[in-house]
């Protein structure tokens, strides 16, 4: 089994930063993609930005130009820098791995997922 923990959430103002991480430990996989998806109160959860094994990204159109996806060394950890943030950030986000050399922006793609961090950004 895969366990994924992330931390680095918190309350922060509009036009602020976060830094997200998420490590995964456990069983390993020799080829993963990373990707980070969130979830507002009464909204479905959505595609937020995902990294392939190769270290191609992929963000939603929604935060493109203010977060970064990025891979640890060891490629094990995933982090996701938020920049600018707004209130419409405001959510719970996950981070979640799936077992394929491509990142997909399907959540139903990814095969183990964090129990999430709380995003909250004040205006």
């Known amino acids: 089994q895969v366990q994924l923990v992330e931390s680095g959430g918190g309350l922060v103002q509009a036009g602020g930063s976060l830094r997200l991480s998420c490590a995964a430990s456990?069983?390993?996989?020799?080829?993963?993609?990373m990707g980070w998806f969130r979830q507002a109160p009464g909204k479905e959860r959505e595609f937020v930005a995902a990294?392939?094994?190769?270290?191609?990204?992929y963000y939603a159109d929604s935060v493109k130009g203010r977060f970064t996806i990025s891979r640890g060394s060891a490629k094990n950890t995933v982090y996701l820098q938020m920049n600018s943030l707004k209130p419409e950030d405001t959510a719970v986000y996950y981070c979640?791995?799936?077992?394929?050399?491509?990142?997909?922006?399907?959540?139903?793609?990814?095969?183990?997922w964090g129990q999430g961090t709380q995003v909250t950004v004040s205006s």
């Open positions: 456990g069983r390993t996989f020799s080829i993963y993609a």
């Open positions: 990294i392939s094994w190769s270290g191609s990204t």
């Open positions: 979640a791995l799936e077992r394929s050399v491509v990142a997909h922006r399907n959540p139903a793609a990814y095969d183990y």
